[in-house]
Structures are given as structure tokens and as C-alpha cells.
């Protein structure tokens, strides 16, 4: 079967509609992940996902059923736009900034494919929720693993803004965690905490801290930051 959507990271709900070749020929299908079988629902109307949903399909006819057809949807709710004032490298780009929402988290490995990597700049990040928006905590996933150039961030930042334009400083942190940059390994976060938070937008600063550091092997060169997965509560 054919559908409409294709997997990948949206941030409104998606209408799913699914066709064959034939046209009589029935559709079944699943939201669950599971493969549909004779069983499943047969698709008689277009769907809508508005929540992270695996849609698999399979048409049937005489031989039995055809080989299934997989889409990875995530909707995510309650963000307008997402925007990076800079690109990231290339290759570590994981799709670009609705990567960093799309509810999969990078591994050990920074070329897994789902980091972002900024070689010798900062993460800056724009989010426009499209109305005030009350928010208590953002969260960040970062990557240490020094052999490789990639550093814990030096500071991260948050800035709010009711038009997009004037964005005042709303919180910094240093925390112990980025200050750990030859003790701890691989995966990591920090969380910062917000008070009496409710604007439209949302400004996140993550600061690459620059160049390697005195006595690492590529002592000033441009060091790496690799941004994975931000949560927003």
C-alpha cells in the first residue's frame, strides 16, 4: 500500500491516507506497531495522528497479504516553528532542529545519526509555541567524548520573548556537569529550571566552549558540541 505521510517529525497532527494499485483491493492496518494481519482494521477512511503513532499496512487479495508498509509519525504539540540561527555540520545535522524534539535520544556514539554537532559554535534555538506558553523546566542532552574533540557545554541560556524580536535573559547555568569535562564520558543532561514562565517565545543558547583545551591533543582547535534531545515541560 502507498500512504500519504511519510515518517518523520511534524508539528501538526497528519491526515494518513492509504491507496494501492488496485482499486478494490482491501487495506488492512495497525497504529501500534504491530504488523496488520486479517485481523487488523480494514482502512476505509483517511486518519488522523496527532500523537507519536507507528502506521503499518498491508493490502490483500488472493495471494494473501503484500508486504507491509511502515511510517514513523511524531507530532509534536505545542510548537509552532523551530528554528536554528545556525546550521549545524553537515554531517551531524540528524535532520536538522526537529531532531532535537523528536523523542529519540542519541546514543554513546556521536555518529549515530541523531546528534547535532557544532564544530567551534554555539546551539541557538528559537522556539514559537504560537501563544504565551507556561513552561517549568527545559531540558538538554549532551554528548562528552573529548578523544573525539566533543565537549560538555561551557554555559547554556534562555531568553524569552512576547514578539520575537525583544528577547530578555530569563536564566544561566553552569552547571557541575559541564564543569566534569574529562571525568564523565558519553551521553549526558542538565535540566534548568523556570519560574513564572509564559511567553511565546523561547530562545535556547547551549555555548560551545571554543577551542580544545590546554593540554588536550588538539589544544586549540576548534572544539565540538554535539545537542541531542531538549525537553520542554
Keep these: 500500500p502507498r500512504l500519504s505521510v511519510a515518517s518523520g517529525v511534524y508539528l ?56 507491509v508498509t511502515r511510517r514513523e509519525i511524531t507530532v509534536v ?5 523551530l528554528t536554528l540561527t545556525a546550521a549545524p555540520a553537515e554531517k551531524y545535522s540528524a535532520g536538522g532542529a526537529l531532531a532535537l524534539v523528536d523523542g529519540r535520544r542519541g546514543s554513546e556514539r556521536y555518529n549515530d545519526g541523531l546528534w547535532l554537532g557544532f564544530e567551534g ?5 528559537l522556539f514559537d509555541f504560537g501563544s504565551p506558553r507556561a513552561l517549568s523546566s527545559v531540558s538538554v542532552g549532551c554528548l562528552n567524548d573529548t578523544a573525539s574533540w566533543i565537549f560538555l557545554p561551557a554555559t547554556a541560556e534562555l531568553f524569552a520573548s512576547s514578539d520575537g524580536n525583544d528577547f530578555r535573559p530569563v536564566h544561566q547555568v553552569s552547571s557541575d556537569l559541564m564543569k566534569m569535562r574529562n571525568s564523565v564520558k558519553g551521553a549526558q543532561g542538565f535540566t534548568i529550571s523556570l519560574e513564572d514562565f509564559q511567553e511565546r ?29 531538549m525537553t520542554i515541560q
Design 201 to 229: 517565545y523561547l530562545r535556547v543558547v547551549v555555548k560551545n566552549i571554543g577551542l580544545c583545551p590546554p593540554g588536550h591533543s588538539a589544544e586549540g582547535k576548534k572544539a565540538w558540541l554535539f545537542i541531542d534531545e
Design 12 to 67: 501538526e497532527p497528519q491526515r494518513v491516507t492509504m491507496s494501492t494499485k488496485e482499486k478494490d483491493t482491501p487495506i488492512r492496518y495497525s497504529l501500534d506497531g504491530a504488523d496488520p494481519g486479517l485481523g487488523s482494521p480494514v482502512y476505509r477512511d483517511p486518519i488522523m495522528v496527532d500523537i507519536p503513532t507507528v502506521v503499518k499496512a498491508v493490502s490483500v487479495d488472493r495471494r494473501g497479504l503484500s508486504a
Design 77 to 81: 504539540k505545542g510548537v509552532k516553528s
Design 121 to 125: 559554535h554555539d546551539l541557538d534555538l
